[in-house]
């Protein structure tokens, strides 16, 4: 009986991880990878036709203010300066014309990579808030971490102490 209420109690956190994968996941399929499409861009077109599909998906899915901070506020988790630096980046591509030259396009599209990218211990990543997958249920991820983690704890304690009874 301990055994069986300790697996149980194991699923929570297996619920809270899942789900993260599954948003992260589905974050990048719809956002995160038209990031990384338009930082690789070889012309102003394509660049254009992602960062608008990117623009698109924030502004249908709210996410153009706010933070991903649980506790504290700070600049790297500041989605409205994300968006806004995002949208700025669109309005740029938007204002190139037949009359724009070669050098200037490589320049917008040498500006619009410093802008999407940056430069990880892994490499080379797009640039967004941490935790913008859950955005804005971050507090309630948060919590239901906690209360998973605390879910873990007693269930495998409840574990342990059910093998001793064999």
């Known amino acids: 009986m301990k055994r069986t ?15 993260r994968i599954i948003l992260d996941i589905k974050f990048g399929i719809d956002c995160g990878g038209h990031i990384k499409r338009a930082a690789d861009s070889n012309t102003v077109e394509i ?13 249908r899915e709210e996410m153009t203010e706010g933070y991903t901070s649980v506790l504290y506020r700070t600049p ?12 700025s980046s669109l309005t740029e ?9 070669q050098l200037e396009r490589s320049n917008i599209l040498l500006k619009l990579r410093e ?22 249920n971050n ?3 948060a919590i ?16 342990f102490v059910s093998l001793d009874d064999f």
């Open 139 to 141: 507090v309630g991820f």
């Open 115 to 136: 802008t999407l990218l940056d430069h990880g211990t892994s490499g080379e990543e797009i640039t967004e808030p941490e935790g913008i997958s859950v955005f804005p």
């Open 5 to 19: 209420l300790g697996i149980i109690l194991l699923l929570p956190i297996l619920l809270w991880g899942g789900a």
């Open 47 to 59: 660049a254009t036709q992602e960062m608008e599909t990117v623009i698109t998906y924030l502004e």
């Open 93 to 101: 591509l938007e204002k190139v014309n037949q009359e724009t030259t």
């Open 144 to 159: 239901f971490g906690i209360v998973s983690l605390i879910f873990l704890i007693g269930g495998a304690v409840l574990i």
């Open 76 to 87: 790297d988790e500041d989605v409205g300066f994300w968006y806004s630096n995002l949208k």
